[in-house]
Each structure stands twice: as C-alpha cells, then as structure tokens.
C-alpha cells in the first residue's frame, strides 16, 4: 500500500493549511497505527493465482506427454499415407507441443519474485509465452498451406484413404482426452473470495497458457476430424483433391480460434483495462466510503492475465480518518473487484480536480 500526500504547491494558500494538518496527523497517529496494524490488510495477502499457476503446470505437462505419443503416431501415418492432411495436423500438433513447452516455462518464471530491475516480478512471462506459441502456431500454418498449394499445381495427391482414416481416428479420440484434462485439469470456473457478500472475477478462471493450450487443442480436434471426412471422401469417391483442401479449412479455423487470445495478450501489453472491469464502478463504490469527497486519477491494468493493478487518488473532506479511509478503499478494490495490487493516494479536496480534463479523463 502507498500513501502519500499532494504538495502544498498544488493546491491554494487554504488548502495547504490542510494539507499541513493531514501531514501532522499522520505524524502523530504513528503509535497508534502500529498498535493497531493489524485491522489493516496487509499488502502482499496470499492468492490463488500460484496455486493456480502450479495446477496449470501439472496439467501442461500431462497434455505435452500425450503430444509426443500423439505426433509420434501421426508422423508415421501421414508418412505411410502419403496425406498432407495428416502431416498439417502431425505439424500442428508439433507446434502444440513447443506451445506447452515454451507454457512451462512462462508458468515457472511467472512464480519468480520480484527484484529491483523488475519491481512487479515475471507475472507478464506467461502472457510473452502465450504469444510465442501463436505465432509459432501461425508460421507453421502458413507453411502448410504453401506446401498444399504446391501439390495441387503438380498435381500430387495420392493418398492411402484407409491408412488416413486409422490414423485421423486415433487423432480424434487423443484430442478429446487432451481436450478434457486441459478443461477439467485446473477448473472451469474461480473466484477470488473476500467476503461474505462480495468477490472478484478472475477472467474465466484459467490460467493464459492453459486457455491458449486448449484452443490449440480444439483447433487439432477439428482438424483431426476433418481429416477423418476427407479420408472417408477419398475412400468411397477417389476425389484425392480433398486432402489438400483440408489444409486451407484447417488454417482458416486456427486463425480464427487464436485472435481471441491475441486480442488479449495486446491489451495486456497496452496496459488497458481488463474486459471484466468498470472504472466507472469502482469510481462510485469508492465516491460512497465516508469522508471521500472526490475520486481521481483512476487507473486500473493487467500486469499479467490473473494479475491486475490498480492506483487512484482519493479527496478527503477532513483528516480524521485518513488512514482508516486508505485501508477501506483497498479492502473495497480487492474484495468486491478483484484486483491483486492496490495504490491508494488521500488529499485534501481540492474543487479545481473535478473540472481537470487530465484527472478524469478515465471514466
């Protein structure tokens, strides 16, 4: 928690006779803050979200052992197919496994602790590894789809339909095991409880990585099942053409199913406010605690996906209980809001704030 005070050169000869007794009474309220600390939270309270990022782990590393095994036999079945179908899905898969991999090792730096030069620790590592995995995912993509390209100009699509549909089968049915640990693995839904009456969400309540692992997962399901089709196409029609084909749908599905978690690893790195909250809600919840009589400078941002950030400036009509007004603001933004880490700035009112296009241009 920071507490400080505006300048007395910020605001008029009158409001800095009140600046000056707020100054003093926090001096002279020092003892009895300590005798009392207690009735404060503290700032650095334990969370879910390391429980949670060890959970993620687990499950990551479950659905990366099921990767291998699952490359493996694609690999060997595309090969003695001859289906690029089944080698687009075997690559993707590819680029999955180096997903839950480079996943890993964003989790574990995430859990690092904080040091001078990265004062709010590694909590962005995982949204950095998120972003790696999509763009490998989109590279790869783009490869396949270039190789697809070329075959239908020369012409080389001779497949073996029945090999392409043992093969697209297991794929299916390895899929959905991973689909479901990744689901189940963590949970579907999380709180961060704080009350009796109030409690904060936490997006959806699984970890970046893990939703970006399982839309990766979704899109190999689909893909999987859209080479069984093609290869039951080929087997009964011999229109080889449409394992080719498979590869442009296929790539069409993976740029679609990963712009929702590039969306929101940019706006995690602009530092925007999270989807789920409101400032102008926080504004009037922290407008009605007693003694406030302005809120400004608001600002609230993601420092990762399950972490966010919160700073604001609080006008106080008198000093008597500043401090007890600072511990009310905090408990308010962390309990009924959600958020992990909170600022809170108190001084004197100042009228001039209200019309000040700088301090509320946010809400």
Request: with cysteine.
């Amino acid at each position: 928690m920071t507490i400080s005070l505006t300048p007395p050169s910020l605001v008029g000869d009158k409001t800095n006779s009140s600046t000056s007794n707020l100054a003093r009474h926090f001096e002279s309220d020092n003892v009895s803050m300590a005798s009392s600390a207690e009735s404060f939270e503290h700032c650095h309270e334990p969370n879910a979200e390391t429980q949670k990022g060890r959970r993620a782990e687990r499950v990551l590393w479950a659905v990366a052992l099921l990767s291998i095994v699952f490359i493996a036999a694609e690999f060997v079945g595309g090969i003695w197919a001859q289906s690029l179908a089944i080698m687009t899905d075997a690559g993707h898969m590819l680029s999955d496994l180096l997903s839950f991999i480079i996943s890993i090792f964003a989790i574990r730096c995430a859990r690092m602790p904080a040091s001078k030069r990265l004062s709010f620790g590694y909590a962005r590592a995982e949204v950095l590894g998120a972003l790696t995995s999509i763009i490998i995912l989109w590279v790869l993509t783009t490869i396949l789809v270039v190789i697809a390209i070329e075959r239908i100009i020369n012409n080389e699509h001779d497949v073996d339909a029945n090999i392409m549909l043992i093969t697209a089968g297991v794929g299916v049915f390895f899929n959905v095991v991973m689909g479901l640990v990744l689901h189940f693995g963590t949970g579907g839904h999380s709180h961060t409880h704080g009350g009796h009456s109030s409690h904060g969400h936490s997006h959806d309540g699984k970890n970046v990585n893990v939703r970006a692992a399982l839309i990766h997962v979704i899109g190999d399901l689909v893909q999987s099942i859209g080479v069984l089709v093609a290869a039951l196409i080929i087997k009964f029609t011999g229109w080889t053409l449409a394992d080719p084909i498979c590869t442009f749908l296929f790539s069409i599905i993976v740029l679609f199913t990963t712009i929702t978690v590039m969306r929101d690893i940019i706006f995690v790195l602009m530092e925007a406010t999270p989807r789920h909250f409101d400032l102008q809600d926080i504004k009037k919840a922290l407008s009605g605690l007693d003694g406030v009589r302005g809120v400004h400078d608001l600002h609230l941002w993601s420092i990762g996906m399950d972490m966010t950030a919160f700073s604001v400036h609080l006008a106080l009509e008198s000093n008597q209980r500043a401090m007890e007004t600072v511990a009310a603001a905090r408990s308010l933004v962390r309990r009924q809001f959600g958020v992990n880490v909170a600022t809170v700035q108190v001084e004197p009112f100042d009228s001039r704030s209200d019309s000040c296009d700088q301090c509320q241009n946010q809400v």
